[in-house]
C-alpha cells in the first residue's frame, strides 16, 4: 500500500465526487493494492502500477467512483485469490459485476484468424461488454495501459496485443466516440507493428511543426483575439494529426506526409451555445478566406456517435490552408470521450434519457459486431455458419441475447425465463405490436407482455418456435399436468364455450350433444375429447363450428322429411312446371334427368341431401346403386289430362328427304309437341333425332314409339 499515491488519487477526485465516492475508491485502492502486493510486472515494477494506471486514465474521463474502483479492481479475480462474492461483499453488487465482465473478456483468445472459435469469442465478448458502458471504457483504458508497457513483453505477444487492439478495441472506441483513447490506442498499437513507419513520421511531423510552430501560433492567437472581442468566452487549441491517421491516409492516397495540410489545425471551443459555433464560424470566414468545399457541418447533421462540431478550412495569414474545428464545451466532451462522457459525475440512473442513450450504445455494439465479421473475408464460410445463423435482440432492460435465426417472441420469452414463456400473451417489438409468430431481426428491442391469468403455453406455438429450449419446455408443461387435471379442464372449457354459442348446458353436456361431438370429431371417448380441448390439440371453436354446421344440415333434411312423413309422394302431373320441377309441401322436387320418369311410370323419389327430391324411373340405374333405403320414397301419380309433360325421345333412322316433316307430322296427329329437338348424323350415314315431346303419360308415349317404329328406314327408337 502506498498511501501517497492514494493521496495523489483522491486529490483528484476531490475535483468532481463526492466524499462517499472517494470513499469507495479508497476502499478499492486498499484492497486492490494489497490483493497485488507480491506480483511485478514483465517490467519488473509491481503489479498494481498497472490497474493505478487505467483508475487514472478513467479519472481524466471524468468517471464516476464505482467505474474509478472497478479499474482498480479489475485485474483482482483474474490474477490473484480474491474471489468475485468477496468483492459482491465488499464493494457490492454493481463494482462486482463490472470486475466480472472484464474478467470474462480477459479470458477470450481474439487473435485471428486462426482460432476457429474466434468468431464465437467476439460474440462472447459482445455479449461481456453490452452488460454495462463501463466495462467498454475500463477495457480501453486497460488495454492503453498494456500497449504503453508493451515493450516488456515477448514479441509474438505484442504483435498479438497490438492487432487485436486495430482489429478489435479501436474501430469500437470509434463507435462509441471514445475518440481520446481510441487515437491513443492507434498510436501505440501503430507504434508496435510499425516501428520503422512511425518513428518516420513522428520525425517528419516534428519538423514540419517547427516549420509551421510560428504561423500556427500566429492563427491561434488571432482567433482567440477574434472571440475575445466579439464577446465569446472559450479556448482556442492547437492540435495536430494522430500518427496512425496520417499513416493511413499516406496508405490510402498514396500521398506523402509534404502534401498534406491538416496536419495541425485550429480548434476553438466556446462557451455557449450551439448557434453561437455558427456566429464564431462567420467571425472566422470574414478574418479569412474558407475553402468552401472542405467545410462541414456536423452540428446539424450529427455522427451517429453523436460527434457534433463544424469543420472548416480557410486560407491562413502566410497563405496556407489551415483546418479549424468549432464546437461548444458540451460537444468537446462527447467528441473526446463518447459514450463514456454520458456517465460523467453520475451513476448508472434510469430516466428515459439515458436508457435511450444506452440502447443506442448497444445498436452500435451490434452494429460494429456485424462490421468486424463481415470485414473478414476469407471467414466466408465460418461466418454464415455461425452469425448467419443467429440473431441478436435487446431485452427491455438493454441487455443482448442471442437466439438462432428465425426466433420469435416465443422463443425469446423463453429464453429469458420459462414462467415468462408460459404466460406469454404478446410481444412489441421497438414498442409496436407483434404476433407472437413474427420473426426477430438483430437489433430488434423485444419487450414480451405475459398475464398471470393464463395458465400456459398453447400447444400451437410447437408450430413456430425454434429453440429446442423452448420446445421442450412447452412439451414439458403438457406433459407434466395429470391427465385428470386436463379432462377436468378441457371440461370447463369446453362448456364455457358451448354456452356462449346458447348451447343448453346448465346440467353438463347431454348425453345426446356429447354422442353428436364424438361423432363429428371423431374422438373415441369424452374423456379423451377433454383432454384434447384442454391441450390444444383440438380448439373448442372448431368443435361448435362442426356442431353448427351438423344443425343446419339436420334441419334441411327435416324440411325434406316433412313429405317423407306421408306414406308417398303423390305427385300431381299438372303441378309438374317446363322444366320438370314440382313444389310437393314446400320441397322441391325434380325429375331426374337420368331417366325422365314418365306420369304413371313406376317411379321412386329420392331424398338427397340439401337439395329436396329427385324422381327417378324404378329400374334407373342410378337408383340401383343407392345404399340408403331410408332415403327412397314410393310414388303414386294423378294424371291430369291438361297437363303436359316432358319425355325425351331418340330416332335413329336413314337420312332421306322428307323424314323430319314425317315423323313431326306423326307426332302432331297424335296430339303432342315437340318441344326441342335436335338432329345429327352419324358416321354410318344415318341421322339421330333427339326430341323433347310434351305429352301426359307413359301409355301415350309407348303409343307414339310404335308409330315412329313403322316409318321406313327407322331403325330405332328410344326413350331416354
Ligand atoms: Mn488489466
Redesign the pocket.
Known amino acids: 500500500m502506498n498511501p501517497a499515491r492514494l493521496n495523489q488519487l483522491s486529490e483528484k477526485l476531490k475535483k468532481y465526487l463526492s466524499d462517499e465516492e472517494i470513499n469507495l475508491v479508497q476502499k478499492a485502492f486498499t484492497i486492490a493494492s494489497s490483493a497485488h502486493q507480491e506480483q511485478k510486472r514483465a517490467s519488473g515494477e509491481g503489479y498494481f502500477d498497472?490497474?493505478f494506471s487505467?483508475a487514472e486514465t478513467l479519472t481524466d474521463l471524468k468517471m464516476s467512483g464505482a467505474a474509478i474502483s472497478a479499474a482498480l479492481l479489475?485485474?483482482v479475480v483474474?490474477?490473484t485469490s480474491i474471489s468475485l462474492s468477496y468483492l459482491r461483499k465488499e464493494m457490492g453488487e454493481e463494482i462486482a459485476s463490472i470486475v466480472e465482465g472484464?474478467t470474462k473478456i480477459?479470458a477470450l483468445d481474439l487473435s485471428f484468424p486462426k482460432k476457429s472459435r474466434y468468431l464465437e469469442n467476439i460474440r462472447k465478448l459482445l455479449i461481456s461488454l453490452s452488460k454495462d458502458i463501463r466495462v467498454v471504457v475500463i477495457k480501453f483504458a486497460?488495454?492503453l495501459?498494456?500497449l504503453q508497457t508493451i515493450k516488456h513483453l515477448d514479441l509474438s505477444k505484442q504483435k498479438r496485443i497490438a492487432e487485436e487492439t486495430l482489429e478489435i478495441y479501436a474501430p469500437l472506441a470509434h463507435r462509441l466516440g471514445v475518440y481520446q483513447l481510441k487515437w491513443q490506442m492507434e498510436d501505440m498499437a501503430f507504434k508496435t507493428l510499425n516501428p520503422r513507419e512511425y518513428e518516420e513520421i513522428s520525425q517528419k511531423v516534428a519538423n514540419k511543426r517547427i516549420e509551421r510552430e510560428t504561423l500556427l501560433l500566429e492563427a491561434q492567437s488571432k482567433l482567440k483575439k477574434i472571440l475575445d472581442s466579439s464577446g465569446y468566452k472559450g479556448e482556442v487549441q492547437a492540435r495536430a494529426k494522430h500518427f496512425y491517421s496520417i499513416y493511413k491516409k499516406m496508405m490510402r492516397e498514396s500521398k506523402d506526409i509534404e502534401g498534406m495540410y491538416d496536419l495541425f489545425g485550429l480548434r476553438a471551443i466556446i462557451d455557449g451555445k450551439p448557434s453561437d459555433c455558427y456566429n464564431v464560424l462567420g467571425l472566422i470566414h470574414s478574418e479569412w478566406q474558407p475553402i468552401p468545399q472542405r467545410f462541414k457541418d456536423f452540428i446539424a447533421e450529427r455522427k451517429s456517435n453523436d460527434y457534433q462540431s463544424l469543420h472548416t478550412t480557410v486560407i491562413g495569414p502566410k497563405g496556407e490552408p489551415i483546418e479549424i474545428q468549432i464546437r461548444t464545451y458540451d460537444m468537446h466532451k462527447i467528441a473526446e470521450y463518447g459514450v463514456a462522457a454520458h456517465w460523467v459525475y453520475k451513476e448508472g440512473g434510469k430516466s428515459d434519457k439515458e436508457f435511450s442513450q444506452k440502447i443506442g450504445w448497444l445498436r452500435e455494439l451490434i452494429d460494429w459486431q456485424k462490421d468486424l465479421v463481415s470485414s473478414q473475408d476469407f471467414y466466408e464460410g465460418l461466418k454464415s455458419d455461425i452469425f448467419q445463423e443467429e440473431v441478436i435482440v435487446l431485452t427491455p432492460k438493454g441487455d443482448l441475447l442471442s437466439l438462432p435465426n428465425g426466433s420469435t417472441p416465443v422463443d425469446f420469452a423463453y429464453k429469458i425465463h420459462t414462467d415468462i414463456g408460459h404466460q406469454c400473451i404478446g410481444a412489441r417489438v421497438d414498442g409496436k405490436m407483434v404476433a407472437l409468430d413474427y420473426q426477430l431481426k438483430t437489433g430488434d428491442r423485444v419487450e414480451i407482455m405475459t398475464s398471470d391469468r393464463i395458465k400456459g403455453p398453447s400447444r400451437h406455438w410447437l408450430d413456430f418456435v425454434v429453440t429446442t429450449s423452448a420446445k421442450s419446455k412447452i412439451q414439458q408443461w403438457f406433459r407434466k399436468r395429470s391427465r385428470e387435471e386436463l379432462v377436468k379442464e378441457g371440461r370447463l372449457l369446453l362448456e364455457k364455450e358451448l354456452k356462449k354459442a346458447s348451447f343448453d348446458v346448465e346440467m353438463g353436456l347431454s348425453l345426446e350433444l356429447t354422442n353428436k361431438i364424438l361423432k363429428l370429431t371423431k374422438i373415441r371417448s369424452i374423456d379423451d375429447l377433454y383432454h384434447q380441448v384442454a391441450s390444444g390439440a383440438i380448439n373448442a371453436i372448431e368443435i361448435i363450428v362442426l356442431l353448427k354446421k351438423e344443425e343446419e344440415k339436420k334441419k334441411k333434411e327435416e324440411e325434406s322429411s316433412k313429405v317423407l312423413a306421408q306414406d308417398g309422394l303423390l305427385i300431381k302431373t299438372d303441378l309438374i312446371d317446363s322444366s320438370g320441377t314440382l313444389l310437393l309441401d314446400g320441397v322441391l322436387l325434380r325429375l331426374a334427368r337420368c331417366c325422365m320418369p314418365l306420369p304413371g311410370e313406376p317411379s321412386v323419389g329420392y331424398v338427397t341431401k340439401g337439395k329436396g327430391i329427385s324422381l327417378h324411373r324404378k329400374n334407373c340405374i342410378n337408383m340401383r346403386k343407392i345404399q340408403d333405403p331410408s332415403r327412397m320414397m314410393p310414388v303414386k301419380w294423378e294424371i291430369q289430362a291438361s297437363s303436359s309433360y316432358p319425355a325425351r325421345i331418340i330416332v335413329t333412322a336413314y337420312d332421306r328427304p322428307g323424314l323430319v316433316a314425317l315423323i313431326t307430322q306423326i307426332i302432331a296427329q297424335r296430339g303432342l309437341n315437340i318441344r326441342q329437338m335436335k338432329v345429327n348424323t352419324t358416321s354410318t350415314k344415318k341421322a339421330r333425332f333427339n326430341m323433347e315431346i310434351s305429352s301426359i303419360s307413359q301409355q301415350q308415349v309407348e303409343v307414339l314409339i310404335a308409330e315412329l317404329y313403322r316409318i321406313e328406314g327407322v331403325v330405332e327408337v328410344n326413350r331416354i
Open positions: 498497472h490497474p487505467v479489475h485485474d483474474e490474477d472484464l480477459e486497460d488495454r495501459h498494456n
